[in-house]
């Protein structure tokens, strides 16, 4: 007997949240197709997806879209029936909207507007078109000399009485890159010592730095319906001036709070030209309103846990609202738990172990899961400061909010003097 041709999704470089978005559409019975565009250099490579069970991975590094479709057609001959894609990565999104366009032109985005899309100076530059709250800012091309582009950010950062942030403008993920001053010579340091980014980069971002409450907000879109799968909050704390990400509380999406950043944030999704996929949204709360940080045009980051918080509180994660509003359906939310839930990011300041325990994380009255991402690390590996160099997540989840907030102190503390982290 043949095996069941199940439907195929294509995913352009899927480098977030990789092993459950393969989890999440096998569950609905849908193989996934990668198109890799993205060398594996640098960050890249440590989210190799080769060995992961894709229906198949297409070569597609020399970025040639013409090629690409005729392998993606030629594979789906025999595989199965091609009935949707996304990307996968903001580092792809020029490239991957280009191949969309092609496959799926009805319901796609532009690829006229994808620089509102993975460009973060054009992001706020559209939202100030549509009167919608924005962040002044500047941009310096990675043309100019050092000196011009040390004299820019010097003017920038006195005009802001001190508080900006330096990003490169299209070439990062997970803060890499992302500096917030505190002296003009930190200014002349990250352009003379040298900056992290991830993808490419073209030019680097001046921004005013917005003082408040940071939050998070997820997703699902198709053929310009909008639906929002999670809203929470990130507390960051600044290590030489680099955000470092310390934990995420997911928030209820009955707290009268979330009708608030739903308003501002479907604003942005209609004035960036989102028409279909995924999209993680950072913002901030300004005394007077919310202004846009970055919207991430993919799936949510942090190996899915967003969504999974997202689905253990009302029953529906991006995927499942994706794939409803794929078939014409709403997503239907279901109350499933009142649990407070907390996702801490565990980094290493120690820089230096061979294992680590994880005993003492699993004992915890709160302690719901935990993923391990760098299970050694040497010295000269040793950052703490983004993203991908989190040792592991760790998922607390509690009825009493007073239980997290204890168990987040005996992780800051096992955290603090390495306890977990064995040499």
Excluded at 132 to 159: G, V
Excluded at 195 to 212: K, M, N, P, R, V
Excluded at 222 to 238: D, P, R, Y
Aim: aromatic content about 12%; proline content about 3%; charged content about 25%.
């Amino acid at each position: 007997m043949n095996a069941k041709v199940k439907p195929i999704f294509l995913v352009i470089d899927p480098l977030i949240s990789t092993q459950w978005l393969l989890n999440r559409f096998n569950q609905h019975d849908i193989d996934l197709l990668a198109l890799k565009t993205l060398k594996e250099e640098g960050y890249t490579a440590t989210r190799s997806y080769q060995n992961l069970p894709f229906i198949g991975i297409i070569d597609a590094l020399d970025q040639d879209i013409d090629k690409a479709l005729a392998n993606i057609d030629h594979f789906c001959q025999t595989h199965g029936k091609l009935i949707g894609g996304f990307s996968g990565t903001e580092g792809s999104t020029d490239y991957a909207e280009k191949i969309l366009y092609r496959l799926f032109p009805r319901y796609s985005n532009s690829p006229k507007t994808s620089h509102y899309r993975y460009n973060k100076y054009w992001m706020n530059e559209v939202l100030k078109q549509a009167n919608l709250p924005a962040i002044n800012q500047m941009i310096i091309e990675e043309s100019k000399t050092l000196d011009e582009k040390m004299a820019m950010a010097e003017r920038f950062y006195h005009e802001n009485d001190g508080h900006i942030v330096i990003k490169p403008n299209s070439g990062s993920a997970g803060s890499i890159g992302v500096l917030k001053p505190d002296s003009i010579d930190a200014i002349r340091n990250y352009f003379k010592e040298g900056y992290d980014t991830w993808f490419h980069l073209e030019s680097f971002l001046l921004q005013e730095y917005i003082e408040g409450k940071e939050y998070y907000a997820d997703y699902a879109s198709f053929n310009g319906k909008h639906f929002l799968t999670a809203v929470g909050t990130l507390e960051k704390t600044l290590i030489g001036g680099a955000f470092s990400y310390k934990y995420s509380d997911n928030i209820s999406l009955e707290d009268p709070l979330v009708e608030e950043i739903k308003d501002y944030t479907l604003k942005c999704l209609d004035a960036l030209g989102v028409k279909s996929g995924f999209s993680h949204f950072e913002l901030r709360k300004s005394p007077r309103c919310y202004r846009l940080i970055e919207l991430n045009p993919r799936i949510s980051g942090s190996s899915g846990f967003h969504n999974v918080m997202a689905k253990n509180n009302h029953g529906v994660d991006q995927i499942d609202a994706y794939l409803s509003l794929t078939q014409g359906k709403i997503p239907a939310l279901k109350k499933v738990t009142d649990k407070y839930q907390r996702l801490f990011f565990f980094h290493s300041y120690k820089g230096d172990y061979q294992k680590v325990d994880t005993k003492p994380i699993e004992s915890l009255s709160s302690y719901a899961a935990h993923k391990l991402f760098i299970p050694s690390m040497s010295s000269s590996g040793a950052r703490t400061a983004t993203l991908f160099d989190t040792v592991m997540l760790v998922l607390l989840a509690s009825d009493n909010q007073a239980q997290i907030e204890s168990d987040t102190q005996l992780l800051e503390a096992y955290q603090r003097n390495d306890q977990c982290l064995i040499s």
